[in-house]
């Protein structure tokens, strides 16, 4: 009797192990070929697998450390300007580097200084210093944007990407490039410039 049993044990582990080798999408021997070819391939700046990537949808805003430190050696920003940039973190639009209502929005809205103020909880007139502020010093810019239907002229902010970038580093928009060109000459000696 205990022999069968052991029989059955031992046909089972077996049955697995088949099971097992049958689920194998390659063998070893054809793993190994695949392996070969995509090393010499990599040797010759080729991907013959392309990777996969996974995608992510944490938003973010990347702080070029170096910068902020040179930045702080200067004492370039007031301890308001600072803080204000921290507090408008989660309304940076990903890629663009827009001061947005929201986001998460599929076609999120530049956002005026009054709703800025009104996001932040803050006065206006508390607000509009600190962001004529940033931009004599060449962190925010101004371009000038139209409204629907009216004739009023609206202005989105942008945040220099050498100093917060929501995005592919190594893909800065070409508009954004054209923004922040010109910059104050403190700026200019910024130790990494990402275009």
């Given at each position: ?25 390659l ?17 010759r ?15 973010f ?33 990903f ?101």
């Amino acid at each position: 009797m205990k022999k069968t049993g052991v029989d059955l044990s031992e046909a089972e582990k077996r049955a697995r192990l088949r099971d097992f080798k049958n689920e194998e999408i390659l063998t070893n021997e054809e793993l190994e070929h695949a392996t070969e070819l995509q090393t010499k391939a990599n040797s010759r700046g080729m991907i013959l697998i392309p990777e996969r990537k996974v995608k992510n949808k944490a938003r973010f805003v990347q702080l070029i450390q170096e910068n902020i430190l040179y930045l702080r050696n200067l004492k370039y920003l007031t301890t308001a300007e600072k803080k204000f940039l921290m507090d408008i973190i989660p309304n940076v639009e990903f890629l663009s580097n827009c001061i947005v209502d929201d986001c998460k929005k599929v076609s999120p809205m530049p956002v005026t200084q009054s709703d800025l103020a009104e996001i932040l909880g803050k006065k206006k007139q508390n607000v509009n210093p600190i962001i004529k502020g940033l931009i004599d010093k060449g962190v925010l810019a101004r371009s000038e944007s139209g409204l629907e239907d009216n004739n009023v002229r609206a202005y989105a902010l942008f945040v220099n990407p050498h100093i917060m970038f929501s995005g592919d580093r190594d893909k800065v928009n070409g508009t954004l490039k054209a923004m922040f060109k010109k910059t104050p000459r403190e700026l200019k000696k910024m130790p990494v410039k990402l275009f």
